[in-house]
């Protein structure tokens, strides 16, 4: 039943481009899609306590790296983009590793990776000479527009079929971790580091592999975010209140379901784009406002998240009725 | 060569005075995290809502300048307990990180409340202060202000602390939270006095804050990570570490700041901040065990 469920839920993804083609609705779920698989690859880590506040930075690796290997060394995205998954995995080698190695865990974790975000940040505003700074930047047209060797399409329908597929492998990753023996590793680190490794589980290597796992989609989300919108500013794909922004949208959608980030980026994103095509101007700062206090309420009463908490209730029910 | 003296005395001296500001910012915080074991990532916001207060009193209301300041300081340490009593206190259970993520909520609120409010233009005092001219030096006389205030907030902190019964049992929770209710210390309410005090910290920094810098709903995100990282870096609830470690971040920028772009300055700042954590883990003034 559910089964097939999914499978109709899928085909009928799929299949929505060719029916139905308006270009805001389409835009607004291309968005929803690569914003979708960003939380996802935040919350691979993420739910096994690994609170990383520096995604913001492995997202901005990601975008800049394959602009500016586009424009200035003309690399197709082919392979600029998997030179931005190896500079953001490289990145988080070269944090993280010394991270786990001493032990820097829980908040201190979100502050040492928090100091990264802002390092990016910083960076990419400081070469302001080769990435336009704060100002943004775009990487160059090709020709006529649309091009598969440049990665840039005009029509939305391509580009919400390759955000659809990036976001059907996040998912995909998200199993085959959740199913894996790395699952299992992790979950006993995050109750007790010592108990873990007194059982055998190599705590450093296994940390690692989730977090370059997790950096490497990540920057992929750049790459994918930068092709798709064609400019990119450090506020929008890099620093802390991108980072933040990760983090919130999974706790709201749910941190432990796979679909839970999904729902989170649903959420956050209607909510800003109702309220903005309905007040206009008037409702800036409106959907952060809603966004602010839902964070709060969710993390006293829902922690769970939104999807997460639906779940357990769901099961809930269904025990009391096979109890009977 | 001469020259070149001079411009690296200044930004050796303007990094003492920012030393000073970052010192107080830390100060509050530090003391938070020590009593409470709570990282309020909203820290920043506060302090802008208090910049907001100081901004509405003093040029749109004309209240005097001081009375405007004791307003601020005693409005944003309600806010200080308003926030314990509302967000922390039912999470005080619960997941470190999840106290650090309310927080966050919390941030979101304050900045959007503050675009909603009073809107994103840039405000400020319209107060110009004196520039003060040492030895072919330029120094803001503002920056000398608050290095001063931040000095004497610190002195007074510090003597709270250490001479008032209160004092001892913030102190003596913040070294075991489990042992002190035994033996007759009501955290709930030194938690209360330990937040409004964070507050009026924070609210002090926004009176001194406000006379250098304009003030707009997203000015909390130019100062509030450097203050968490002062914090870590000077292990998380001590105060002397805090403070040095302010000076030590704040003399990086102004340097990096003189040789480079004030952006490198922070760049420097936050790699120095990344590997100090990795050579001292448990921040730069860390008793040995």
């Known amino acids: 039943m559910t089964r097939s469920l999914r499978w109709l839920g899928a085909a009928a993804l799929v299949g929505l481009p060719f029916v139905y083609t308006a270009p805001y609705p389409m835009h607004i779920l291309i968005i929803i899609l690569i914003w979708s698989f960003a939380y996802t690859s935040w919350s691979i880590m993420g739910r096994f306590g690994l609170v990383s506040l520096g995604h913001g930075g492995f997202m901005g690796i990601g975008a800049y790296v394959t602009a500016l290997a586009w424009n200035y060394g003309h690399v197709s995205p082919w392979i600029g983009a998997p030179l931005g998954l190896l500079a953001g995995g490289l990145l988080a080698v070269v944090v993280a590793y010394p991270c786990f ?61 390759i955000a659809l597929g990036v976001w059907a492998l996040g998912l995909y990753i998200w199993h085959r971790v959740d199913r ?21 589980v190599h705590v450093t290597r296994e940390k690692l592999k989730v ?3 997790s950096a490497a989609m990540t920057a992929l989300a750049g790459a994918l975010y930068c092709q798709y919108q064609m400019f990119i500013s ?25 679909l839970g980030p999904t729902v989170g980026a649903v959420i956050t994103i209607m909510l800003a784009e109702v309220l903005r095509v309905s007040f206009g101007t008037r409702a800036v700062g409106w959907d952060n406002l809603v966004y602010g206090i839902l964070l709060v309420i969710f993390i006293i009463f829902l922690p769970k998240g939104i999807l997460g908490s639906l779940l357990a209730l769901r099961r809930a029910r269904r025990g009391a009725a096979a109890g009977e | 060569m001469a020259i070149v003296d001079i411009f690296l005395l200044e930004a050796l001296l303007n990094g003492v005075l920012l030393g000073g ?11 938070i995290f020590g009593v409470i074991d709570v990282v309020w990532i909203c820290y920043a916001e506060l302090i802008m809502l208090g910049m907001y207060g100081m901004y509405f009193l003093y040029t749109v209301y004309h209240a005097p300048i001081v009375a405007a300041a004791a307003v601020c300081i005693v409005a944003v340490a309600v806010l200080g307990v308003l926030l314990h009593v509302l967000v922390i206190a039912p999470l005080l ?47 803001s006389y503002s920056r000398l202000l608050a290095f001063a205030a931040a000095l004497i907030g610190m002195v007074l902190v510090y003597l ?21 209710p035994l033996m007759g210390v009501d955290s709930r309410r030194i938690y209360l006095i330990t937040s409004a005090l964070g ?91």
């Open chain 1, 180 to 200: 894996g023996m790395l699952r299992y590793a992790l979950e006993a680190i995050s109750e007790d580091e010592d108990g873990a490794a007194a059982t055998g």
């Open chain 2, 199 to 289: 507050g009026g910290l924070a609210g002090l920094a926004a009176c001194l804050l406000v006379l250098q810098y304009d003030v707009h709903p997203f000015v909390g995100l130019s100062f509030g990570p450097i203050t968490f990282l002062i914090c870590v870096l000077g292990s998380l609830g001590n105060f002397v570490g805090g403070f040095v470690a302010a000076f030590v971040f704040a003399e990086i920028i102004a340097l990096g700041g003189l040789y480079l772009d004030l952006e490198w300055g922070y760049v420097f700042a936050f790699a120095f901040f990344i590997v100090m954590m990795f050579v001292r883990p448990e921040g730069l003034m860390a008793r040995r065990s």
């Open chain 1, 101 to 161: 190695r001493f032990r820097i865990i829980g908040h201190y974790f979100a502050l040492v990776t928090l100091a990264l975000s802002g390092i990016v940040l910083q960076v990419i505003t400081a070469t302001r000479d080769y990435t336009g700074g704060s100002l943004g930047y775009t990487p160059e047209r090709y020709k006529n527009g649309s091009s598969l060797y440049a990665v840039q399409f005009t029509g939305k329908t391509t580009w919400y079929l």
């Open chain 2, 93 to 139: 259970g619960a997941a470190p990180i999840n106290q650090l993520l309310a927080t966050g909520g919390v941030l979101f609120f304050l900045q959007s409340a503050a675009t909603v409010l009073f809107g994103i233009e840039f405000k400020n005092l319209g107060l110009r202060l004196p520039v003060l001219k040492v030895a072919g030096m330029f120094v």
């Open chain 2, 21 to 31: 500001v970052l010192a107080l910012l830390s100060l509050g915080l530090n003391l």
């Open chain 1, 234 to 258: 450090p506020d929008t794909v890099s620093g802390i209140a991108v980072s933040l922004q990760m983090v919130f949208a999974v706790v709201v959608g749910g941190i432990y379901v796979p």
């Open chain 2, 160 to 180: 709270f602390l250490t001479r008032t019964y209160t004092g001892t049992a913030i102190r003596a929770i913040a070294q075991d939270r489990q042992i002190m």
């Open chain 1, 211 to 213: 977090t370059v796992l």
